[in-house]
């Protein structure tokens, strides 16, 4: 489900500290370059006829692999100018049928790879494949990352490999809506009071979606999360892995856990962190959402009020966001790009922040500035949400996300629908709760052909790890047993920390993931790691 300022996938390990919209993470302003591979002159082809090998429980073409070319300096200019010595860097491409159902040489999608890999690797296990989350999240850029991030032990036995999935930046990507129509709709009012507002906002969203309905057609219902799962068995097959080991965050749990249900045989091991309940309705995984954030802004409020030194927002936190929201409605300050800093672009910049708690003391300044009438420092965690670039340029991860979650998305969500839950929830999540039921109208206005995904066993998979944080506003911790529960060989890693995903930011979640990535040796049952 499309929600006005919440997404799967926000804090991302393996992304630096800095300031930077949606249902499902690592805190950096991303450079977005094309990453050239080179594809190969033959799309696909038979399992048959000696190309890469395919699964007996594989679905159709076999997938050519990908020739790789050096892209050190892609992932040095991604990393902010510095890569770790000792390691290489090669981007490729591998072309996919546009739909696996129907798979056509003449209709195909071009999936971005990186692949990065320890000079001084042994005792190789094979190829870690990594998603980010969104969707609308780069795991070409996740490699990179991660490649500063990961333990030793992880980096001596795997190439990391990560992918666009289809859409998305480098993987031709779905780009259909105007930065002036972004600027727009993160402008609008996450509460609108009267009617002419609320048809307003619906209407823009109309405008966005129809966008994207005559810019790619019948193509548009093509970037549903099975496909791309269809996709992860093809980037298995042109690596010439047997068995396929992954690590996904946030969103990239449920496009995980749709593979798990597709190809239950090809499957070694598998770790979601940040789970996604995909049996979840839209409106109540929204629900969770608005209760996620009411309770992190509730944390970082306690944060302010015990360390009111190094908080400027000052030791009463929800009074000063009242004020910075009530001067968005009634007197917004001025950006220095010329924007007005409205309601939703402070609230945007709320949201972003409580993804990580690194971001808290950048919220607590950005708050209490923009009182003072300085927008500056507010703005500049805002735009790091929807990645927009100090030119006013958007990257596509807001046309991915909606596109995606609004093709999976078949449970039917109103315009009428949106507006009740305005008026229930604001009153139930007083901060949060409108702005997410808003983000029903995205997909209620969508016109492409629906695909969900699937929410059933992964009969005949081995143990999945499947990892929740306690705090983690965006994926609520209640989703991780249900996710785990419903593919039937989950098993539960519980960090009692802060923030969205958990690995690898402690000795004990490293230790368990790491194991298990290694040996495929299954977490201890009901193991609980400390916060610190």
């Keep these: 489900m499309s929600t006005k300022f919440s997404r799967v996938d926000r804090e991302q390990p393996g992304r630096k500290q800095s300031v930077r919209r949606r249902t499902v993470s690592v805190v950096v302003t991303v450079v977005a370059l094309l990453l050239t591979g080179c594809t190969p002159n033959v799309r696909w082809v038979s399992p048959t ?22 892209c050190r300096t892609d992932a040095t200019q991604i990393l902010g100018g510095q890569v770790p010595s000792g390691m290489t860097y090669e981007c490729g491409t591998i072309e996919v049928p546009q739909n696996w159902n129907q798979p056509d040489p003449a209709k195909t999608f071009h999936i971005a790879l990186m692949r990065v890999r320890d000079q001084h690797q042994n005792r190789k296990v094979g190829s870690l494949v990594v998603n980010p989350g969104g969707p609308g999240g780069s795991g070409v850029e996740l490699a990179a990352y991660l490649s500063a991030q990961l333990p030793n032990d992880i980096l001596e036995r795997f190439d990391i490999v990560g992918f666009d999935p ?40 109309r405008k966005m979606a129809q966008s994207c309905q005559a810019k790619y057609g019948d193509t548009l219902s093509l970037f549903a999360t099975e496909q791309a799962a269809h996709d992860l068995d093809g980037i298995r097959q042109a690596l010439g892995e ?72 000052g030791p009463d936190a929800k009074a000063t966001l009242a004020a910075a929201l009530d001067k968005g409605r009634k007197a917004p300050p001025t950006a220095a790009d010329g924007r007005k800093v409205t309601a939703g672009w402070v609230l945007l910049g709320v949201f972003e922040a409580l993804y990580s708690q690194r971001l808290w003391p950048l919220l607590a300044e950005g708050l209490a500035n923009v ?40 449970s039917g969500e109103t315009i009428d629908q949106a507006r009740t839950l305005q008026s229930q929830w604001r009153t139930k999540y007083p901060v949060f709760g409108t702005s997410l039921a808003m983000g029903v109208v995205s997909c209620a206005v969508w016109p492409a052909k629906r695909d969900p995904f699937p929410t059933g066993k992964a009969s005949g998979a081995p143990p999945i790890v499947v990892v929740g944080t306690v705090n983690d506003p965006a994926t609520p911790y209640e ?23 958990a690995y690898p930011q402690t000795t004990c979640i490293r230790a368990a993931v790491d194991a298990y990535l290694i040996t495929l040796a299954v977490p201890a049952e009901g193991l609980r790691c400390p916060a610190k």
């Excluded at 006829?49 to 050096?70: D, E, Q």
């Excluded at 600027?183 to 209407?203: C, E």
């Excluded at 996604?276 to 929204?286: F, I, L, N």
């Design 49 to 70: 006829s000696g190309g890469a090998s395919a699964s007996a429980s594989s679905s159709g073409p076999a997938i050519r692999p990908p020739v790789w070319k050096n």
């Design 166 to 205: 289809r859409g998305v930046s480098r993987s031709d990507p779905v780009k259909c809506f105007s930065d002036a129509d972004m600027d727009a709709y993160f402008g609008f009012d996450p509460d609108p009071q009267n009617q002419a507002d609320f048809d307003a906002f619906v209407a823009l969203n």
């Design 242 to 313: 047997p068995k396929l080991t992954y690590l996904g965050f946030s969103y990239g749990t449920l496009l995980g856990a749709t593979y798990a249900q597709l190809f239950p045989k090809n499957i070694r091991a598998f770790v979601l962190d940040g789970a996604v309940d995909p049996t979840q309705q839209a409106v109540d995984s929204a629900e969770g959402q608005a209760k996620g954030f009411s309770h992190a802004f509730d944390q970082f409020a306690n944060w302010c009020k015990d360390n009111a030194g190094q908080c400027p927002a």
């Design 371 to 410: 009182v003072k009438g300085d927008p500056k420092r507010i703005m500049q965690i805002a735009d790091e949400y929807p990645q927009r670039d100090p030119s006013g340029h958007y990257a596509n991860m807001i046309d991915v996300f909606n596109t995606v979650s609004c093709d999976d998305d078949a």
């Design 479 to 501: 989703q991780t047993a249900k996710l785990a529960n419903m593919l039937g060989v989950g098993h539960v890693v519980t960090w009692e920390g802060e923030g969205h995903t």
